[in-house]
Protein backbone atom coordinates (compact mmCIF):
# COMPACT_ATOMS: atom_id res chain seq x y z
CA UNK A 1 0.00 0.00 0.00
CA UNK A 2 1.68 3.53 -0.68
CA UNK A 3 3.62 5.08 2.20
CA UNK A 4 2.12 7.94 1.20
CA UNK A 5 -0.07 9.43 3.99
CA UNK A 6 -1.78 12.60 3.68
CA UNK A 7 -4.24 13.21 1.01
CA UNK A 8 -6.43 16.14 -0.90
CA UNK A 9 -8.99 13.39 -1.45
CA UNK A 10 -9.41 9.64 -0.62
CA UNK A 11 -12.10 7.96 -2.97
CA UNK A 12 -13.04 4.73 -2.05
CA UNK A 13 -14.70 2.92 -3.99
CA UNK A 14 -13.53 3.05 -7.99
CA UNK A 15 -16.51 1.87 -9.81
CA UNK A 16 -17.56 4.46 -12.64
CA UNK A 17 -18.63 7.34 -9.96
CA UNK A 18 -15.24 6.98 -7.47
CA UNK A 19 -13.16 6.70 -10.78
CA UNK A 20 -15.10 9.69 -12.19
CA UNK A 21 -14.14 12.11 -9.58
CA UNK A 22 -10.97 10.87 -8.79
CA UNK A 23 -10.05 11.63 -12.56
CA UNK A 24 -11.75 15.04 -12.71
CA UNK A 25 -9.76 16.05 -9.00
CA UNK A 26 -6.19 14.60 -10.14
CA UNK A 27 -6.42 16.38 -13.35
CA UNK A 28 -7.23 19.65 -11.88
CA UNK A 29 -3.70 19.01 -9.57
CA UNK A 30 -5.60 17.68 -6.52
CA UNK A 31 -3.64 14.73 -4.83
CA UNK A 32 -5.84 11.55 -4.99
CA UNK A 33 -5.88 7.95 -3.73
CA UNK A 34 -8.62 5.82 -5.27
CA UNK A 35 -9.33 2.69 -3.30
CA UNK A 36 -11.22 -0.54 -4.21
CA UNK A 37 -11.29 -3.97 -2.38
CA UNK A 38 -11.54 -5.92 -5.66
CA UNK A 39 -8.62 -5.92 -8.35
CA UNK A 40 -9.71 -4.98 -11.97
CA UNK A 41 -10.73 -6.17 -14.34
CA UNK A 42 -13.93 -7.20 -12.28
CA UNK A 43 -17.15 -7.86 -12.79
CA UNK A 44 -20.69 -6.61 -10.64
CA UNK A 45 -24.26 -7.32 -11.40
CA UNK A 46 -25.80 -4.32 -13.01
CA UNK A 47 -27.83 -3.42 -16.40
CA UNK A 48 -24.19 -2.87 -17.95
CA UNK A 49 -26.54 -0.01 -20.19
CA UNK A 50 -25.55 3.91 -20.38
CA UNK A 51 -28.11 5.78 -21.61
CA UNK A 52 -27.36 8.83 -24.23
CA UNK A 53 -26.69 11.56 -21.93
CA UNK A 54 -23.89 8.95 -20.54
CA UNK A 55 -21.82 9.69 -23.24
CA UNK A 56 -21.63 13.38 -23.33
CA UNK A 57 -20.13 12.95 -19.73
CA UNK A 58 -17.29 10.57 -20.49
CA UNK A 59 -16.24 12.67 -23.38
CA UNK A 60 -15.69 15.53 -20.90
CA UNK A 61 -13.84 13.11 -18.23
CA UNK A 62 -11.48 11.45 -21.17
CA UNK A 63 -11.56 12.37 -24.40
CA UNK A 64 -9.96 8.72 -25.19
CA UNK A 65 -12.82 7.24 -23.62
CA UNK A 66 -15.71 7.39 -25.96
CA UNK A 67 -13.37 5.96 -28.80
CA UNK A 68 -12.39 3.13 -26.14
CA UNK A 69 -15.68 1.58 -26.12
CA UNK A 70 -16.30 1.99 -29.59
CA UNK A 71 -13.26 -0.09 -29.63
CA UNK A 72 -14.65 -2.79 -27.61
CA UNK A 73 -17.61 -3.25 -29.61
CA UNK A 74 -20.48 -2.46 -27.17
CA UNK A 75 -24.06 -3.27 -27.82
CA UNK A 76 -25.92 -0.04 -28.82
CA UNK A 77 -29.35 0.64 -27.67
CA UNK A 78 -31.78 3.38 -29.21
CA UNK A 79 -34.54 2.71 -27.01
CA UNK A 80 -36.17 0.26 -25.06
CA UNK A 81 -38.97 -2.22 -25.46
CA UNK A 82 -41.31 -2.82 -22.42
CA UNK A 83 -43.23 -5.88 -22.18
CA UNK A 84 -46.80 -6.77 -20.13
CA UNK A 85 -48.00 -9.71 -18.07
CA UNK A 86 -49.88 -10.84 -20.99
CA UNK A 87 -47.59 -10.42 -23.22
CA UNK A 88 -48.37 -7.02 -24.73
CA UNK A 89 -45.78 -4.55 -25.56
CA UNK A 90 -44.66 -0.94 -26.45
CA UNK A 91 -41.57 0.30 -27.54
CA UNK A 92 -40.00 3.87 -27.22
CA UNK A 93 -36.88 4.98 -28.98
CA UNK A 94 -34.79 7.92 -28.23
CA UNK A 95 -34.34 9.60 -31.87
CA UNK A 96 -37.38 10.34 -32.36
CA UNK A 97 -37.27 13.16 -29.40
CA UNK A 98 -36.31 16.48 -30.02
CA UNK A 99 -32.89 17.15 -28.86
CA UNK A 100 -31.80 13.86 -29.58
CA UNK A 101 -29.52 14.83 -32.74
CA UNK A 102 -27.62 17.15 -30.44
CA UNK A 103 -25.86 13.92 -29.17
CA UNK A 104 -26.07 10.19 -30.28
CA UNK A 105 -29.66 8.24 -30.69
CA UNK A 106 -28.58 5.83 -28.63
CA UNK A 107 -26.42 4.31 -25.30
CA UNK A 108 -23.89 2.14 -25.23
CA UNK A 109 -24.01 -1.04 -23.16
CA UNK A 110 -20.61 -2.98 -22.42
CA UNK A 111 -19.27 -5.77 -20.03
CA UNK A 112 -18.38 -3.90 -16.27
CA UNK A 113 -15.30 -5.87 -16.63
CA UNK A 114 -14.33 -3.24 -19.75
CA UNK A 115 -16.16 -0.46 -18.89
CA UNK A 116 -15.14 -0.07 -15.29
CA UNK A 117 -11.24 -0.83 -15.93
CA UNK A 118 -10.87 1.63 -18.70
CA UNK A 119 -12.31 4.43 -16.17
CA UNK A 120 -9.65 3.30 -13.76
CA UNK A 121 -7.12 3.50 -16.41
CA UNK A 122 -8.63 6.97 -17.40
CA UNK A 123 -8.15 7.74 -13.83
CA UNK A 124 -4.19 6.51 -13.20
CA UNK A 125 -3.12 8.33 -16.46
CA UNK A 126 -4.85 11.94 -14.53
CA UNK A 127 -2.46 11.63 -11.98
CA UNK A 128 -4.40 9.57 -9.44
CA UNK A 129 -2.64 6.69 -6.96
CA UNK A 130 -4.80 3.83 -7.97
CA UNK A 131 -4.86 0.80 -4.87
CA UNK A 132 -6.37 -2.32 -5.58
CA UNK A 133 -7.28 -5.16 -3.20
CA UNK A 134 -7.90 -2.57 -0.35
CA UNK A 135 -10.42 -2.16 1.86
CA UNK A 136 -11.07 1.06 3.85
CA UNK A 137 -12.99 -0.22 6.82
CA UNK A 138 -13.49 2.59 9.43
CA UNK A 139 -12.90 6.45 9.12
CA UNK A 140 -11.30 9.01 11.06
CA UNK A 141 -11.84 12.11 12.14
CA UNK A 142 -10.56 15.41 13.23
CA UNK A 143 -12.50 17.77 15.23
CA UNK A 144 -15.58 16.37 14.62
CA UNK A 145 -15.40 16.14 10.92
CA UNK A 146 -14.30 12.75 9.22
CA UNK A 147 -10.13 13.08 8.65
CA UNK A 148 -9.06 10.42 6.77
CA UNK A 149 -9.69 6.69 6.24
CA UNK A 150 -8.02 3.28 8.07
CA UNK A 151 -7.21 0.96 5.25
CA UNK A 152 -5.79 -2.85 5.04
CA UNK A 153 -5.03 -5.32 2.10
CA UNK A 154 -7.98 -7.29 1.58
CA UNK A 155 -7.94 -10.17 3.71
CA UNK A 156 -5.16 -9.17 5.86
CA UNK A 157 -5.34 -7.18 9.36
CA UNK A 158 -2.79 -4.67 9.45
CA UNK A 159 -4.26 -1.33 9.24
CA UNK A 160 -3.11 1.96 7.94
CA UNK A 161 -3.95 5.53 7.99
CA UNK A 162 -4.97 7.76 5.30
CA UNK A 163 -5.16 11.28 6.04
CA UNK A 164 -7.63 13.54 3.51
CA UNK A 165 -9.07 17.02 3.34
CA UNK A 166 -12.27 14.79 2.06
CA UNK A 167 -13.08 10.86 2.12
CA UNK A 168 -15.33 10.48 -0.99
CA UNK A 169 -17.50 7.59 -0.50
CA UNK A 170 -18.11 5.61 -4.07
CA UNK A 171 -18.42 2.06 -2.79
CA UNK A 172 -21.59 1.20 -3.86
CA UNK A 173 -25.11 -0.39 -2.74
CA UNK A 174 -23.37 -1.58 0.37
CA UNK A 175 -21.07 1.09 1.18
CA UNK A 176 -18.84 0.81 4.22
CA UNK A 177 -18.32 5.08 4.17
CA UNK A 178 -22.22 5.10 3.98
CA UNK A 179 -23.05 2.72 7.18
CA UNK A 180 -19.89 4.24 9.30
CA UNK A 181 -21.15 8.04 8.91
CA UNK A 182 -24.57 7.04 10.14
CA UNK A 183 -26.26 7.93 7.15
CA UNK A 184 -27.87 4.59 5.13
CA UNK A 185 -31.18 3.70 5.26
CA UNK A 186 -33.90 1.32 3.64
CA UNK A 187 -37.35 1.86 2.31
CA UNK A 188 -39.71 -0.55 0.37
CA UNK A 189 -39.60 -2.58 -1.93
CA UNK A 190 -36.88 -4.61 -1.61
CA UNK A 191 -35.93 -6.10 -4.29
CA UNK A 192 -32.90 -8.94 -5.17
CA UNK A 193 -31.36 -9.32 -8.91
CA UNK A 194 -29.86 -12.62 -9.68
CA UNK A 195 -27.74 -11.56 -13.23
CA UNK A 196 -25.74 -13.62 -15.82
CA UNK A 197 -24.72 -13.18 -19.59
CA UNK A 198 -25.78 -15.25 -22.04
CA UNK A 199 -25.01 -15.83 -25.91
CA UNK A 200 -27.71 -16.74 -28.43
CA UNK A 201 -30.49 -15.74 -26.90
CA UNK A 202 -32.95 -15.31 -29.58
CA UNK A 203 -34.53 -11.91 -31.05
CA UNK A 204 -32.21 -9.42 -29.14
CA UNK A 205 -32.75 -6.68 -31.25
CA UNK A 206 -31.09 -2.72 -30.87
CA UNK A 207 -33.33 -1.99 -27.95
CA UNK A 208 -33.01 -2.87 -24.18
CA UNK A 209 -36.13 -5.44 -22.45
CA UNK A 210 -38.31 -4.90 -19.64
CA UNK A 211 -40.81 -8.03 -19.61
CA UNK A 212 -43.31 -7.47 -16.06
CA UNK A 213 -44.27 -10.33 -14.49
CA UNK A 214 -46.83 -11.30 -11.66
CA UNK A 215 -44.06 -11.26 -8.67
CA UNK A 216 -41.07 -9.52 -10.47
CA UNK A 217 -39.70 -8.26 -13.56
CA UNK A 218 -36.40 -9.12 -15.95
CA UNK A 219 -34.43 -6.76 -17.99
CA UNK A 220 -32.29 -7.73 -20.80
CA UNK A 221 -29.85 -5.99 -23.36
CA UNK A 222 -27.49 -6.61 -25.95
CA UNK A 223 -23.95 -5.64 -24.53
CA UNK A 224 -22.05 -6.66 -27.59
CA UNK A 225 -20.03 -10.11 -29.01
CA UNK A 226 -23.51 -11.29 -28.93
CA UNK A 227 -23.62 -11.46 -25.87
CA UNK A 228 -27.23 -10.58 -23.60
CA UNK A 229 -27.15 -9.27 -20.31
CA UNK A 230 -29.76 -10.65 -18.13
CA UNK A 231 -31.56 -9.81 -14.99
CA UNK A 232 -34.33 -11.40 -13.04
CA UNK A 233 -35.84 -9.13 -9.83
CA UNK A 234 -38.05 -10.57 -7.19
CA UNK A 235 -39.37 -9.26 -4.27
CA UNK A 236 -36.90 -9.72 -1.08
CA UNK A 237 -39.17 -12.73 -0.03
CA UNK A 238 -39.60 -14.28 -3.50
CA UNK A 239 -35.73 -14.15 -3.93
CA UNK A 240 -35.22 -15.74 -0.56
CA UNK A 241 -37.65 -18.63 -1.42
CA UNK A 242 -35.86 -19.01 -4.45
CA UNK A 243 -32.45 -18.06 -4.48
CA UNK A 244 -30.74 -21.55 -4.32
CA UNK A 245 -32.70 -22.51 -7.84
CA UNK A 246 -31.30 -19.71 -9.57
CA UNK A 247 -27.59 -19.74 -8.37
CA UNK A 248 -26.87 -20.78 -11.78
CA UNK A 249 -27.37 -19.38 -15.46
CA UNK A 250 -29.15 -22.53 -16.87
CA UNK A 251 -31.62 -22.42 -13.90
CA UNK A 252 -32.33 -18.33 -14.48
CA UNK A 253 -32.90 -19.68 -18.07
CA UNK A 254 -35.45 -21.60 -17.05
CA UNK A 255 -37.28 -19.08 -14.23
CA UNK A 256 -37.68 -17.01 -17.59
CA UNK A 257 -39.79 -18.79 -18.90
CA UNK A 258 -42.29 -17.83 -16.26
CA UNK A 259 -42.60 -14.19 -18.55
CA UNK A 260 -44.69 -14.56 -21.53
CA UNK A 261 -42.37 -12.50 -23.63
CA UNK A 262 -39.00 -14.53 -23.19
CA UNK A 263 -40.35 -17.86 -23.76
CA UNK A 264 -38.29 -20.22 -25.91
CA UNK A 265 -36.12 -17.54 -26.54
CA UNK A 266 -33.40 -18.73 -23.97
CA UNK A 267 -33.54 -22.40 -25.32
CA UNK A 268 -30.69 -22.30 -27.22
CA UNK A 269 -28.69 -19.94 -25.40
CA UNK A 270 -25.19 -20.47 -23.69
CA UNK A 271 -23.85 -19.43 -20.19
CA UNK A 272 -20.98 -17.58 -21.14
CA UNK A 273 -20.97 -15.74 -17.12
CA UNK A 274 -22.82 -17.53 -13.98
CA UNK A 275 -25.35 -15.45 -11.80
CA UNK A 276 -24.09 -12.41 -9.64
CA UNK A 277 -26.61 -11.68 -7.03
CA UNK A 278 -26.97 -8.10 -5.84
CA UNK A 279 -29.72 -6.73 -3.39
CA UNK A 280 -31.72 -5.45 -1.72
CA UNK A 281 -32.01 -2.72 -3.57
CA UNK A 282 -34.40 0.58 -1.96
CA UNK A 283 -30.76 1.34 0.20
CA UNK A 284 -30.15 5.24 0.22
CA UNK A 285 -28.23 7.91 2.60
CA UNK A 286 -30.02 10.42 4.39
CA UNK A 287 -27.70 12.99 3.37
CA UNK A 288 -25.57 13.10 0.84
CA UNK A 289 -22.63 15.50 2.84
CA UNK A 290 -21.32 14.43 5.95
CA UNK A 291 -23.42 16.41 8.73
CA UNK A 292 -19.60 17.50 10.43
CA UNK A 293 -18.40 17.79 7.13
CA UNK A 294 -14.84 15.88 5.88
CA UNK A 295 -16.87 13.45 3.18
CA UNK A 296 -19.48 12.97 0.77
CA UNK A 297 -21.68 10.32 -0.84
CA UNK A 298 -21.57 9.58 -5.06
CA UNK A 299 -22.95 6.77 -7.30
CA UNK A 300 -25.00 3.98 -5.31
CA UNK A 301 -23.62 4.80 -1.86
CA UNK A 302 -25.73 8.04 -2.19
CA UNK A 303 -29.12 6.46 -3.43
CA UNK A 304 -29.81 3.43 -5.58
CA UNK A 305 -32.03 3.84 -9.25
CA UNK A 306 -33.71 0.26 -9.52
CA UNK A 307 -32.05 -1.38 -12.49
CA UNK A 308 -35.79 -0.73 -14.46
CA UNK A 309 -34.67 2.94 -14.89
CA UNK A 310 -31.29 2.04 -16.35
CA UNK A 311 -29.95 5.36 -14.61
CA UNK A 312 -27.45 3.59 -12.15
CA UNK A 313 -23.85 4.54 -14.46
CA UNK A 314 -25.62 7.84 -15.73
CA UNK A 315 -25.98 8.90 -11.89
CA UNK A 316 -22.46 7.41 -11.15
CA UNK A 317 -21.30 9.73 -13.97
CA UNK A 318 -23.42 13.15 -13.49
CA UNK A 319 -22.56 12.83 -9.79
CA UNK A 320 -18.75 12.14 -9.68
CA UNK A 321 -19.25 15.46 -12.30
CA UNK A 322 -20.80 17.44 -9.58
CA UNK A 323 -18.87 16.13 -6.35
CA UNK A 324 -15.43 16.82 -8.12
CA UNK A 325 -16.84 20.55 -9.28
CA UNK A 326 -17.52 21.13 -5.58
CA UNK A 327 -14.49 19.19 -3.74
CA UNK A 328 -12.31 21.11 -6.14
CA UNK A 329 -13.65 24.38 -5.68
CA UNK A 330 -13.53 23.95 -1.55
CA UNK A 331 -10.07 22.80 -2.42
CA UNK A 332 -9.07 26.06 -3.93
CA UNK A 333 -10.19 28.22 -1.08
CA UNK A 334 -7.18 27.17 0.47
CA UNK A 335 -6.73 25.75 4.24
CA UNK A 336 -5.42 22.44 5.80
CA UNK A 337 -8.33 20.80 7.76
CA UNK A 338 -10.87 18.58 6.71
CA UNK A 339 -13.38 20.23 4.35
CA UNK A 340 -16.02 21.98 6.16
CA UNK A 341 -19.60 20.40 5.55
CA UNK A 342 -20.80 24.20 4.63
CA UNK A 343 -18.02 23.77 1.54
CA UNK A 344 -19.24 20.67 0.17
CA UNK A 345 -23.09 22.16 0.56
CA UNK A 346 -23.27 23.02 -3.48
CA UNK A 347 -23.03 19.47 -3.81
CA UNK A 348 -25.98 18.18 -2.02
CA UNK A 349 -27.61 21.33 -4.06
CA UNK A 350 -26.85 20.56 -7.73
CA UNK A 351 -27.35 16.58 -6.95
CA UNK A 352 -30.76 17.45 -5.33
CA UNK A 353 -31.64 19.61 -8.77
CA UNK A 354 -29.93 17.52 -11.20
CA UNK A 355 -31.92 14.13 -9.99
CA UNK A 356 -35.25 15.29 -7.92
CA UNK A 357 -37.04 14.99 -10.99
CA UNK A 358 -35.73 11.25 -11.65
CA UNK A 359 -36.34 10.27 -7.88
CA UNK A 360 -39.87 10.77 -8.41
CA UNK A 361 -40.20 9.20 -11.60
CA UNK A 362 -38.27 6.35 -10.49
CA UNK A 363 -41.06 6.00 -7.77
CA UNK A 364 -43.54 6.29 -9.96
CA UNK A 365 -42.15 3.50 -12.43
CA UNK A 366 -41.86 1.40 -9.63
CA UNK A 367 -45.27 1.45 -7.93
CA UNK A 368 -46.26 0.47 -11.64
CA UNK A 369 -43.85 -2.14 -11.87
CA UNK A 370 -45.13 -3.30 -8.43
CA UNK A 371 -48.85 -3.65 -9.69
CA UNK A 372 -48.71 -5.97 -12.42
CA UNK A 373 -52.44 -4.69 -13.64
CA UNK A 374 -51.33 -1.14 -13.43
CA UNK A 375 -48.35 -1.73 -15.37
CA UNK A 376 -50.29 -3.63 -18.49
CA UNK A 377 -53.08 -0.68 -18.53
CA UNK A 378 -49.87 1.82 -18.73
CA UNK A 379 -47.94 -0.41 -21.29
CA UNK A 380 -51.43 -0.93 -23.42
CA UNK A 381 -51.79 2.72 -23.61
CA UNK A 382 -48.11 3.15 -24.45
CA UNK A 383 -48.44 0.83 -27.22
CA UNK A 384 -51.61 2.99 -28.59
CA UNK A 385 -49.40 6.01 -28.47
CA UNK A 386 -45.99 5.67 -29.66
CA UNK A 387 -44.79 9.21 -29.23
CA UNK A 388 -45.71 9.07 -25.40
CA UNK A 389 -43.42 5.79 -25.64
CA UNK A 390 -41.14 7.92 -27.11
CA UNK A 391 -41.25 10.71 -23.92
CA UNK A 392 -41.10 8.21 -21.08
CA UNK A 393 -38.36 6.48 -22.73
CA UNK A 394 -36.55 9.18 -23.32
CA UNK A 395 -36.88 10.42 -19.60
CA UNK A 396 -35.83 7.12 -18.59
CA UNK A 397 -32.80 7.85 -20.99
CA UNK A 398 -31.92 11.28 -19.72
CA UNK A 399 -32.75 12.51 -23.24
CA UNK A 400 -35.33 14.80 -22.02
CA UNK A 401 -36.13 16.17 -18.47
CA UNK A 402 -37.95 13.91 -16.30
CA UNK A 403 -40.23 17.34 -15.57
CA UNK A 404 -41.47 16.59 -18.96
CA UNK A 405 -43.44 13.42 -17.80
CA UNK A 406 -44.26 14.77 -14.54
CA UNK A 407 -46.71 17.03 -15.27
CA UNK A 408 -50.46 16.24 -14.92
CA UNK A 409 -51.74 16.25 -18.82
CA UNK A 410 -49.05 13.59 -19.55
CA UNK A 411 -49.82 11.67 -15.82
CA UNK A 412 -53.34 11.30 -17.24
CA UNK A 413 -52.54 10.40 -20.61
CA UNK A 414 -51.05 7.43 -19.40
CA UNK A 415 -53.56 6.49 -16.70
CA UNK A 416 -57.11 7.22 -18.39
Known amino acids: ?131 EGVLADELMYDQGAVGGVLARRTGGTQRQRLRARVVVGADGLGSVVARRLGLRRCSGPERVAFAAHFSAVAHVGDVGEMHIGRTG ?117 GGRGPLPAASLAPYRATRRRAFAGKWVLERLIGAGVGCPGLAGHVIARLARRPGLADLLIGATGNVVPARAVLVPSILLRLLM
Open 217 to 333: YVGLGPIGSGVTTTALVLPLAAARRHAHELRTGNALARALEWFPGLRGRFAGARVVRDVLVTGPFAQWSRRSVAPGGGALLVGDAADFFDPFTGQGLYSALRGAEMAAAAIAAALAA
Open 1 to 131: MTSRGRWDAVVVGAGPAGAGVALDLARGGASVLLLDRARFPRDKPCSESLSPAATPLLERLDASLVPAIERAAPGRLFGMRVVAPDGRSAEGRFATLSGAASTRPYGFALPRTVLDTLLVEAAARAGAVVE
